[in-house]
């Protein structure tokens, strides 16, 4: 298991990123926090401070984004695909300064395996807020540089570790809307064998849309969470 003073120099950096990427790179430098999510930390500071790591690579049908689903045991977000991620360790530093960036990285690496050092961290998005768990989030996006095996490494964390290409994100086909028993409504995607929604799904939305790659879908496509069964 990595500790967080394994990963000292975090740090931000745009240089050399892939040109495809420049979209991303102007939206998370001019987007607003309401403008990714309706829920925003709470202003009194309480929350569990956590990040999650955003990793664009390239496969060989083009961009892709590294994701994982969790284990059905966890008392969290159970069973949900998700970006790696978790909470920050007091060893991962300041949360107001570079300590979701260590802990993004961290978090990775014990639930898929990634190499730290092959990835170059270029931006930050505004803390978002999960209420159900009460987790005050920062994305963290990366560029996968230097692409390591990535897979499984405790199935009481995670069940699956997989890449889903930017162009199956984007095809009407594979978008829905999900509407919870509690009556929200969000954006979903039915790839890789997998229904990517809640928080996740709402992240991919803003980001597809605000990078300019949306495509026009069906928003009255409604997919059940129970779409298995």
Do not use: C
């Not at 095996?149 to 570790?161: I, K, S, Y």
């Not at 229904?195 to 790659?213: E, N, P």
């Amino acid at each position: 298991m990595t500790r967080a003073s394994d990963i000292r120099d975090v740090m931000l950096s745009k240089e050399g990123l892939p040109d495809w990427l420049d979209p991303v790179v102007r939206a998370v430098e001019t987007v607003e926090p309401l403008q990714l999510s309706r829920f925003l930390p709470p202003r009194d500071g309480t929350g569990r401070q956590s990040a999650v790591l955003i990793l664009f690579g390239e496969g060989a049908r083009g961009p892709e984004l590294l994701l994982m689903e969790r284990a059905s045991s966890l008392r969290s977000h159970a069973g949900q695909p998700s970006f790696p991620g978790g909470a920050l360790d007091p060893e991962d530093g300041d949360p107001e300064g570079d300590g979701p960036l260590r802990a993004a990285l961290r978090e990775a690496e014990e639930e898929t395996g990634l190499d730290p050092s092959g990835v170059q961290l270029f931006g930050v998005l505004p803390k978002l807020y999960i209420p159900v768990s009460r987790f005050v989030v920062t994305p963290v996006l990366g560029w996968w540089r230097e692409p390591t095996p990535v897979g499984v490494v405790d199935p009481n964390e995670t069940a699956r570790v997989f890449t889903v290409p930017v162009a199956d994100l984007t095809d009407p086909a594979h978008r829905a809307t999900t509407v919870h028993p509690s009556g929200h409504r969000g954006p979903a995607f039915l790839v890789e064998s997998a229904l990517v929604w809640g928080f996740t799904a709402g992240l991919i939305d803003r980001l597809l849309h605000y990078a300019g790659w949306e495509r026009p879908w069906d928003r009255d496509k409604q997919v059940p969470l129970d779409w298995r069964a």
